[in-house]
């Protein structure tokens, strides 16, 4: 066994945050792995103020494909961020919500998106300024 990280010999630890994490079951890498998409904070950002159906979501991140949408709310379904409700109309109707999981995330995720547009110059002078000697 490993003194500093606590580890078995023969597994492969990450260090998060001064915690040694079994990388194959690290629940940091996995929670970022599955919240890190490029359209998984839009959508619950979207679902903050209350349930959405398909188009709704849609006209409100236009950049976004149907089949990109569609994925990604199934994912984030998978996750337990959102629920799925399907209303016996005809056609049928389906609304997105939070779920209380997904809830819980709006708090640091809110939290990200203020730091994001506080540093957001200072990031892309940094990337200019990087670009301009590499």
């Not at 580890?7 to 970022?32: H, Y």
């Not at 619950?44 to 990604?72: C, K, V």
């Not at 819980?104 to 990337?127: E, G, M, T």
Request: glycine share 6%; charged share 25%.
């Amino acid at each position: 066994m490993n003194r500093t990280t606590g580890a078995v010999k023969g597994k492969r630890v990450v260090m998060v945050c001064g915690v040694p994490m079994d990388m194959a079951n690290c629940p940091v890498r996995d929670v970022m792995d599955n919240i890190g998409g490029k359209w998984n904070s839009l959508m619950i950002l979207s679902l903050a103020e209350g349930p959405l159906r398909f188009s709704q979501l849609r006209r409100l991140i236009p950049d976004i494909s149907q089949r990109m949408l569609t994925q990604t709310l199934r994912d984030l379904q998978r996750d337990g961020y959102l629920s799925r409700t399907v209303y016996p109309t005809q056609p049928p109707s389906v609304e997105y919500s939070l779920t209380d999981l997904g809830r819980s995330f709006l708090v640091p995720l809110k939290l990200f998106v203020d730091w994001s547009l506080q540093n957001h110059d200072a990031i892309r002078k940094a990337r200019a300024e990087y670009d301009a000697v590499a």
